[in-house]
């Protein structure tokens, strides 16, 4: 599967900003997707992910309560809704998807990336 993300900005503190990664192939819904993010200097981290029938999602605690993933398999897209934007939130957002994984977090686990989409914040 081929992934591309997109929706990146830059917003000021406070705003929200929705990302979208558009997925090619087919059955995409045996995919479990994820959102990662890479701020300069850092390694890459775990946002949020969601299973394949979107049932199940996961967070990382910085995000909880402000983002939300959801997914929309009939049109082979995944969303990461991130709202009340803090200018610790800049970083290259990614998107990843496994076959037939759980709403897994670790970097490691996640066969394939798009392209990361730029969010920045400013105070």
């Known amino acids: 599967v081929q992934l591309q993300a997109s929706g990146g900005g830059l917003v000021q503190a406070g705003a929200s900003l929705r990302l979208s990664c558009a997925a090619s192939?087919?059955?995409?819904?045996?995919?479990?997707m994820g959102w990662f993010r890479q701020a300069p200097g850092k390694e890459r981290e775990f946002v949020a992910a969601i299973s394949g029938s979107g049932g199940t999602v996961k967070y990382a605690e910085s995000v909880k309560g402000r983002f939300t993933i959801d997914r929309d398999n009939d049109k082979n897209r995944v969303y990461l809704q991130m709202n009340s934007l803090k200018p610790e939130d800049t970083a290259v957002y990614y998107c990843?998807?496994?076959?037939?994984?759980?709403?897994?977090?670790?970097?490691?686990?996640?066969?394939?990336w798009g392209q990361g989409t730029q969010v920045t914040v400013s105070s």
């Open positions: 192939g087919r059955s995409f819904r045996v995919y479990s």
């Open positions: 990843a998807g496994i076959q037939y994984g759980s709403t897994r977090s670790p970097v490691k686990d996640y066969t394939y």
